[in-house]
C-alpha cells in the first residue's frame, strides 16, 4: 500500500464522513491504482473509518436538520453518492417508521421552511401563497401530499 494514498484518503474523511464512491473517486483524481484503492478502500474499512450505511443515515440527519429537503432530493444524492439501493430503500423504512433518531419527518421539515417563509407572501391571495410555496417546496423534493397538508395547516393559523 502507497502510504501518499492512504494519507490522502484520511485528509478527505477528515472532513465529513464520505462514502465509499467518494474516497474512490477522490483517490482516483491523485492518480491511484484500482489495486491501491482497493487495498485503502478495506483498511478503512477495517479502522471503521469508512462505512456506506452509517454515512447515508448521518447524510440523512444532515438534511433533515440543516438543509431542509423532501425524500425525493435526498435519495437522488444517496444515489449519486454511490449508495446502494438497498441501503437508501431500509433508510426510507426506517425514516417513514420515525425510528431514525436525530430525523424529523419531511411534514416537520416542510412545515418549518413554510413557517420560515410565510412573512414572504403577506398580502397575496391564497392560491398565490399556494403556487410559491408549493413550487419552493417542490423544488426542495417535498411531493404533493407533504406540500398540501403543509400549507393548509399553516394557513389555517
Known amino acids: 500500500m502507497d502510504e501518499k494514498f492512504y494519507t490522502k484518503a484520511l485528509q ?3 472532513l465529513r464522513p464520505r462514502s465509499e464512491k467518494e474516497v474512490r ?19 478503512l474499512k477495517k479502522q471503521r473509518f469508512l462505512d456506506d450505511v452509517t454515512f447515508a443515515k448521518w447524510w440523512v440527519e444532515q438534511r ?8 425525493k432530493i435526498v435519495e437522488l444524492e444517496l ?24 430525523v424529523k419527518s419531511e411534514l416537520e421539515q416542510a412545515k418549518e421552511l413554510v413557517e420560515k417563509n410565510i412573512r414572504k407572501f403577506k398580502g397575496l391571495s391564497r392560491q398565490q401563497i399556494y403556487q410559491r410555496l408549493g413550487g419552493f417546496l417542490g423544488r426542495r423534493g417535498f411531493g404533493y401530499d407533504i406540500i398540501k397538508i403543509c400549507i393548509d395547516e399553516v394557513l389555517k393559523k
Open 79 to 102: 444515489k449519486q453518492k454511490g449508495i446502494n439501493s438497498d441501503i437508501i430503500k431500509n433508510l426510507e423504512l426506517e425514516i417513514k417508521k420515525g425510528s431514525l433518531e436525530g
Open 25 to 43: 473517486d477522490n483517490l482516483l483524481k491523485f492518480k491511484a491504482t484500482k489495486e491501491q484503492i482497493q487495498i485503502i478502500i478495506d483498511l
Open 64 to 71: 433533515s436538520n440543516f438543509r431542509q429537503k423532501g425524500w
Open 12 to 14: 478527505y474523511l477528515s
